[in-house]
């Protein structure tokens, strides 16, 4: 067999690097591939031919990537949108040069539609190369996977910065709300985590239209029976008729996704102008959610490696394209337990796996003790981290270094 | 010896009740006083009469307390103004009824000025009470301490988040600027331990005069030059008139300091408006950072626990009063190594240690070799935390209990 090709693609999470280093593993353990090489900026890079050599990073090395955040080998919002033949093509030029048969992507549901678009492209004209998919997302929105790698750790984090602010919020007398805004754009999964921890007297999904005066009653209610209101919004929430709470500061990215941020900072002043308090505190919980490397979920690292394990595994079969690795909760004797299933990449594309609106208290009053069951496995064990010099120590990523090769 | 009464007041910090736990220990070490009694919610609490006992807090108890972030007994911004007799002489009648001889104030500078305020009336009327101060502040802005209890945290949190979220932005290849906010109202110290990383492009701290040209010159030289531009701000930024950046969302809190947030969202505005880059990144670091209970500095967890036994064991001396615990550097065959002293309460009151302009280097380009190796040690260990569902476990606060007395 020739080379393998794994490249990065939309936002980072905390644990991407671990799918990263699951496939270089699994090539030194057993190597199917002569290569491995990262694509630098995703399929960016990989059209620009812009690889690295990372088939021989040491034991260590692999270790410190694994607790490194972001996306090592640099990421793209560049989309390989179906019927563009001439990147198609280019594509299929750079894998020829380097003698590449499998390219691994490890996204979210843009990037397994890429997987699926090319796979089928190349069989269609009867080209030997193959695509496997290895989901990731912070937004834990990918069908049909029980959760997303880079999901649990975004919880853990916000989990303990709920707990940590909550206890800060309640050692004070004077009247005041405090607002947490997490990601997710189009689903509510992580602000719905922030409940785990029975802190969250009121939430805000994207999966629940926003009523201003609803929502104004509930605070005051909160506030007559308790004198305190702690509200976790997401990103994404937003009134009945679609507009976001925030909508004043969106701009647009690449994918046409209204880029957000500010529904904190929005409801505070409507809390605020409605009389309810004098005041209110704002904690923004955006990149340092998904880059959370320090608050690791056991669960997920491992689960993020496994995943890039199995994809390197399972495509040593030359039939293995098209497909995406998927993680399905297997409970065992009442204990927590994920296995592995592969699927059709169409399977994971395009589509948004919303929060349910069962698990969804009305009156924004949190979430079902089912969802809470659902969350709180993810979030256990704290992986032993390796320091340096008071810091979880990284790898310089791939994408600012000098080529080598 | 009657018994003893601990408070804390002003903002929490991540390691505020080490010291809180510091004296509970002391006591049972070496029982001097009969009880120990926590004031809820500082001295507005106490001058309501509202005590809790904590003498008998078992060893985990004082273990779990050592990482709850918040004040565990609560908080006030009351302040007892010098020549208010009414509250001193209502303080004086609940120390009495409760049989209390010393009051330990756990707080920032506006507390040190009430030990002292409250030592000397007593002296000056013959009252055998006595007042101990014990600092702790993330502004890290007390004099005479080398750094206060509580900041060593905060900036490990600081640091973890400025290298995770430079990595973050590192990934994309896109036009973009990203600016993290701390705390920090009258000195930067917080801002400034962000370049301990390396990862810190250009930063604005309140000691150096915002000029919005000359900083937008330095933004648009960066992404000339590297294509990013990684900017840290506090929240005290300020232009030359004294007016902050982020005037705009100003509202007062009871101490008349201007509540602030928003200097990032300011500039990101500024950079685009300017035109020198379509889109910037914002993150906030307020509470999370102050209560990082998940992120304590080892360095930290520690000299905030030995102020508080350090405070219990001088005040075994019926003379000690209108004195505070402080913390020097005194390294040791280059080693970091801090030392503890005593000293009046009035060299700690109503100062503000800005950070030392000579360790700013100009153009907004970070800090010098010098002050680095200041920070350093500050951010060195991770304690072994205890954790419960996947969360660091925390005490329920003892403002939020029923009275045990």
């Not at 046409?256 to 529904?263: C, K, Q, T, Y």
Request: net charge negative; charged share 20%; glycine share 10%.
């Amino acid at each position: 067999m020739g080379n393998c090709l794994v490249a990065q693609s939309g936002g980072p999470t905390a644990v991407i690097n671990g799918s990263l280093a699951g496939v270089i593993r699994g090539n030194q353990l057993n190597p199917v591939y002569g290569k491995v090489y990262g694509g630098i900026h995703g399929i960016e890079g990989v059209l620009n031919g812009r690889l690295y050599d990372l088939s021989d990073l040491s034991g260590r090395e692999i270790d410190i990537l694994k607790q490194t955040p972001s996306s090592a080998l640099g990421t793209c919002r560049y989309k390989l949108s179906r019927g563009n033949d001439a990147d198609y093509l280019r594509l299929v030029e750079v894998m020829d040069k380097f003698d590449i048969d499998v390219l691994f992507y490890i996204g979210g549901n843009d990037s397994m539609d890429t997987v699926d678009a090319l796979s089928v492209w190349a069989q269609k004209n009867g080209l030997k190369k193959r695509f496997v998919g290895i989901p990731k997302t912070v937004d834990n929105d990918l069908v049909p996977m029980d959760h997303c790698p880079g999901f649990p750790s975004a919880a853990k984090l916000a989990c303990q910065v709920t707990h940590a602010t909550r206890l800060d919020y309640d050692a004070y007398t004077r009247p005041e709300v405090f607002v947490l805004e997490t990601m997710g754009r189009d689903a509510g999964w992580l602000a719905a985590s922030c409940c785990v921890t029975g802190d969250v007297d009121l939430i805000i999904l994207p999966e629940v239209p926003y009523d201003k005066d609803a929502f104004l009653h509930q605070v005051q209610k909160k506030m007559d029976e308790t004198g305190s209101c702690y509200i976790v919004a997401s990103e994404g929430a937003r009134f009945a008729s679609g507009e976001y709470i925030s909508a004043g500061d969106a701009v647009n990215d690449g994918f046409s996704h209204a880029v957000l941020g500010g529904a904190a900072i929005t409801l505070r002043h409507t809390i605020v102008d409605a009389g309810i308090v004098p005041r209110g505190v704002v904690q923004d919980l955006s990149r340092a959610a998904r880059s959370s490397n320090f608050c690791q979920s056991a669960v997920d690292i491992a689960e993020a490696y496994e995943l890039g394990l199995s994809a390197h595994m399972r495509s040593a079969d030359p039939r293995f394209t098209g497909q995406v690795i998927g993680l399905r909760r297997a409970d065992k004797d009442g204990e927590y337990n994920a296995e592995y299933f592969a699927a059709p990449a169409s399977e994971f594309a395009n589509h948004v796996r919303q929060f349910p609106t069962e698990w969804i208290l009305p009156d924004y009053q949190g979430i079902t003790q089912e969802a809470i069951d659902y969350f709180r496995p993810l979030i256990q064990g704290e992986p032993k981290l390796i320091y340096k010099d008071g810091l979880p120590e990284t790898l310089v990523p791939f994408n600012r270094r000098p080529s080598n090769i």
